[in-house]
């Protein structure tokens, strides 16, 4: 089973940028699409952007214009910039892979990540 590892996390201040990494233990995203997600205290977690095996993405509109998925060469990193964040970001965030990209939607698999918190704090 492929291990996921997320990295990148921090404090930030508000209208500050992070770039989160999914690092892959082999090179899966040339073939398998995959989704980050964010748990926020007390919330569920949620879908927040996707990327297909040929870099097709989606993002949910509370993130849309403001984060962006990217692709390292290897195949076995995929970057989420996150830019502009807001308090309203701050969440642990998790990137799943393997799972089933279809009409716009990612449906996770079994494999996730550890987790990455995002904190966005003055």
């Known amino acids: 089973q492929v291990q996921l590892a997320e990295s990148g996390g921090g404090l930030v201040q508000p209208g500050g940028s992070l770039t989160l990494s999914c690092a892959a233990s082999?090179?899966?995203?040339?073939?398998?699409?995959m989704g980050w997600y964010r748990q926020a205290p007390g919330k569920q977690r949620e879908l927040i952007a996707a990327?297909?095996?040929?870099?097709?993405?989606t993002y949910v509109d509370s993130v849309k214009g403001r984060f962006s998925l990217s692709k390292d060469t290897s195949q076995k990193t995929v970057f989420l910039q996150m830019n502009s964040l807001k308090p309203e970001d701050t969440a642990v965030y998790y990137c799943?892979?393997?799972?089933?990209?279809?009409?716009?939607?990612?449906?996770?698999?079994?494999?996730w990540g550890q987790g990455t918190q995002v904190t966005v704090s003055s």
């Open positions: 082999v090179k899966i995203f040339s073939y398998t699409a």
């Open positions: 799943n892979v393997g799972g089933r990209y279809s009409d716009g939607y990612y449906y996770s698999s079994g494999s």
């Open positions: 990327i297909d095996s040929i870099g097709s993405t």
